[in-house]
């Protein structure tokens, strides 16, 4: 045996004890007993260290499995040595030596998470015996059948979903491991095309192992196959996606058109036209399929909307700042904020709504940020940066005689904080560092200006526009880490109008009178083309005419083909409404509460009351719940509401089939048990469980031996 002096003979034993540093390994028990007895005539017993026969001492650690039959009496003795470094818990220690993982595993209890961790384990053939003398020794416990199984990698693949059958386990609490990626994503893809995306419909994915690969795995099918995206799938997905995912998922199918905006909805309501049914619609005509101007529907439809907002500003102006729809209220939101922490108030010039959903997407990409909270606005009237502007920094209509086109002034008004330009990023970077303030606002213009300089709306809006919103995030994220305390720092981010898309046709023949200015003309005219906007009425300096359609009086700049680009001042939506968005490095999330009742009659159908309540001062979206004591709702249902922020809401379901009880059932009411799965404002994802009373109550008549009783009544 390498190592070892061998000594088979007593003339061996003379010649060679003694006479080197090497162990000696002595064949034979008659040579053994005969060396050990000379050893103790001389007193050198204790000197000596003697080591028993190692076969039997592995097969009794190796019980009730045999020894390898190819290990010979050398790697026997070699093993058995290396066994002998851990006086306790030797195979443990050996697999921790030869896994090169942590000790603690192989010390571990069993539970789901050690269990997940020890099956993402690849143990070499060579030391796989090991491994199963370790299984043999886990502790009895409810997970001890899963332990003691014969193929870890079949039962892991049972566990994540992608062999049959799937294990009754909980779900999968760990990411793939990487050794198992390729087959996952290739399992979920053919899966996916299988079932021409189906499979998404019922899956939670939420509580799905691997659901940021599985959601990668769609993405690519989906894009592959337009015609298998859903508003559901799109929904379903959309918190596992960047904003650029969606972006492509939503380009790649057309937008569904709406109906016009009705003239007697909510503030709210119109808001919620505008950012979840209008926008995407016009982006589809404008950006995607490129409809012409005088073939565009949403043009119609922006017009439902000039006169929704025609008849509602005068009553919106009315309202108290601190609680109006009007963009100057965020003003109000700020100075309440800073009294709290210190806030980084970002003012985008010219930023959209849905600019600024992309630029919050850049924001929170990469968990630096997380948002608070989300509130669509109407933008001060009209929408052009010095009445828009000025009005979001002093709090006040235009028409107040302090107007001046001049945004230091305006901000003054605020009473705390300063004002930089992008010409002072300097400065404010330098204010940051030592945390002069409680207030930093940030003007920023380098965004309106892309639509002042450029000449080719294609390249504008595809390539210019989102690169300037990614330098944007990036220095927004900079100038968060330059704070001393990033944690204490509220970041608010404002704009005071948004842009209109495409390329706009330009009117040639204004009317005499008015004093032009983009898509504004200072003035009063009856030309049917515009619509006035009375000085009082609408609390503005002056009468204003504003052009109905999306065309202009002239812009900054101009296509090659001398078409405008990038103009507002007007009423179109994507004009009037804009975001207000409220971020911070961590931000607490307050427990949802759901809870359900209902009932009807065994076997037919009945009706379930669901109420969300919802303490977030972000709304929740892409909701699902499911009960498992409910067949529809058993695989996860998605439901097409949305929960305000701050708000309890109460619907109705329709139950197709109430079940039926067990003859023996205490009573006619079903304890339900489940969860609620939904998105914090499309951000990080949440779970609600069922409130414990929630119940069904069930109709039903009991029978006995096959005899109805109805039938003795």
């Known amino acids: 045996m390498p190592g070892y002096v061998a000594i088979t003979t007593e003339v061996e034993w003379f010649r060679s004890f ?8 002595v064949k034979g028990k008659r040579l053994c007993d005969w060396a050990i007895e000379w050893l103790r005539l001389r007193g050198q017993e204790q000197t000596v260290q003697i080591k028993q026969d190692p076969r039997p001492r592995l097969e009794a650690l190796f019980h009730p499995l045999l020894l390898p039959s190819e290990w010979n009496d050398a790697q026997l003795l070699a093993l058995s040595s290396k066994l002998d470094e851990y006086p306790e818990n030797p195979i443990a220690h050996f697999l921790a030596e030869v896994t090169n993982h942590d000790l603690q595993l192989w010390l571990g209890k069993p539970s789901i998470p050690h269990l997940a961790t020890w099956l993402a384990i690849q143990v070499s053939a060579t030391y796989q015996i090991f491994e199963q003398v370790w299984q043999r020794q886990v502790l009895a416990n409810p997970l001890t059948k899963y332990y003691q199984t014969p193929d870890k990698r079949s039962l892991l693949c049972r566990w994540l979903g992608i062999a049959q059958p799937v294990t009754e386990l909980e779900p999968y609490p760990l990411p793939i491991p990487h050794w198992l990626t390729d087959e996952f994503d290739q399992f979920w893809e053919q899966a996916l095309y299988r079932s021409d995306a189906s499979i998404l419909d019922n899956l939670i994915l939420a509580t799905q192992p691997g659901r940021e690969r599985i959601t990668a795995q769609a993405f690519k099918v989906l894009t592959n196959r337009p015609g298998l995206i859903t508003k559901a799938r799109e929904t379903k997905l959309s918190a596992y996606l960047t904003h650029q995912q969606k972006v492509e998922l939503s380009d790649r199918h057309p937008s569904a058109q709406p109906e016009p905006l009705p003239l007697h909805a909510s503030p709210q309501q119109a808001l919620t036209w505008v950012t979840e049914s209008y926008l995407p619609f016009r982006r589809w005509e404008v950006v995607i399929s490129e409809v012409s101007s005088n073939q565009r529907i949403s043009d119609h439809l922006a017009d439902s909307f000039v006169e929704w907002l025609l008849k509602h500003y005068p009553d919106l102006k009315e309202d108290s700042v601190k609680d109006s729809y009007l963009n100057y209220s965020v003003a109000s939101l700020v100075c309440h904020l800073c009294q709290e922490s210190p806030v980084l108030w970002v003012v985008v010039d010219g930023l959209g709504w849905l600019d600024h959903q992309e630029l919050l997407g850049y924001l929170i990409s990469q968990r630096q940020l997380t948002i608070e909270r989300s509130l669509p606005r109407f933008s001060i009237l009209p929408t052009v940066t010095k009445y828009a502007k000025w009005s ?36 404010l970077l330098r204010d940051l560092r030592t945390g002069k303030h409680r207030l930093y606002c940030w003007d920023n213009t380098q965004f309106d200006k892309l639509f002042h300089n450029a000449r080719d709306w294609k390249h504008l809006y595809k390539v210019e526009r989102q690169a300037s919103l990614k330098t944007i995030a990036a220095e927004i994220q900079s100038c968060v880490s330059e704070f001393p305390n990033p944690e204490q720092l509220q970041v608010v981010v404002a704009t005071d109008h948004g842009q209109l898309m ?17 898509r504004v003309a200072i003035g009063k005219t009856d030309d049917p083309r515009f619509v006035v906007l009375e000085r009082g009425r609408y609390g503005l300096p002056n009468d ?18 001398k078409a405008i680009i990038g103009s507002h001042g007007g009423l179109f939506p994507e004009e009037v409404v804009v975001g207000v968005f409220v971020l911070r490095k961590f931000v607490t999330r307050q427990s949802v509460l759901i809870h359900c009742q209902g009932g009807g009659e065994a076997g037919k ?12 001062s972000v709304e929740l979206v892409n909701l699902c719940l499911r009960i498992k004591e409910l067949t529809t709702f058993k695989a996860g249902l998605p439901l097409e509401q949305s929960i305000p922020a701050n708000q309890r809401v109460s619907f109705n379901l329709a139950i197709p089939g109430c079940p039926e009880l067990p003859p023996d059932y205490p009573s006619d009411r079903l304890f339900l048990s489940g969860e609620l799965t939904f998105c914090f404002a499309q951000t990080e994802t949440g779970t609600a469980s069922l409130e414990a009373d929630s119940a069904i109550t069930i109709q039903q008549i009991f029978s006995s031996g096959g005899v109805n009783i109805d039938e003795f009544l």
């Open 18 to 25: 003694g006479t080197g540093a090497s162990p000696y390994w």
């Open 392 to 427: 979001l920094y002093s709090q006040l209509l235009p028409r107040h005689s302090s107007w001046v086109d001049d945004m230091n002034k305006a901000f003054s008004t605020i009473g705390m904080g300063e004002r930089y330009s992008d010409s002072r990023k300097a400065e």
């Open 502 to 518: 495409g390329e706009l046709a330009q009117i040639i023949h204004c009317p005499d009178g008015l004093k032009v200015e983009g």
């Open 544 to 561: 204003f005419s504003l052009v109905r359609s999306s065309a202009s009086f002239g812009s900054y700049s101009y296509t090659t083909d």
């Open 605 to 616: 159908p009945g009706m379930l009351e669901v109420t969300i309540d919802n303490p977030n």
